[in-house]
């Protein structure tokens, strides 16, 4: 995927950014929709663009098990990063 597009390279770049901004601790929640929605359009362009959600949802599970370790939620699917990791599963290739 080193050819993207303009607004791929927007788009994926987005999307990073949003989850590095938010961290661990900091609530994703309200972005969950709109990360799907972008990964969904990639993912429809091209394919290989599940490689990109599986880097996210990777991410996204890390720090759905750092916020229950440090008792930010009392139960790992309360997390936000849990249930974007839950949504992101559906482009992931090796998930299927």
């Known amino acids: 995927m080193v050819d993207l597009t303009p607004e791929q390279r927007e788009l994926t770049g987005a999307v990073v950014e949003k989850v590095q901004e938010?961290?661990?601790n900091g609530d994703i929640t309200p972005?969950?929709?709109g990360i799907v929605r972008v990964?969904?359009?990639l993912v429809?362009?091209?394919?290989?663009?599940?490689?990109f959600a599986e880097v996210i949802y990777d991410q996204?599970?890390?720090w759905s098990i750092a916020?229950?370790?440090e008792n930010l939620v009392p139960n790992i699917a309360d997390s936000g990063w849990s249930q974007l990791s839950d949504r992101l599963k559906q482009f992931i290739p090796s998930a299927e």
Do not use: L, R
Not at 44 to 51: A, L, T, V
């Open 67 to 69: 916020a229950w370790s």
């Open 39 to 41: 990964i969904d359009g």
């Open 60 to 62: 996204a599970t890390k």
């Open 31 to 33: 972005y969950i929709d």
């Open 44 to 51: 429809s362009q091209d394919p290989k663009f599940g490689e």
């Open 22 to 24: 938010v961290d661990w």
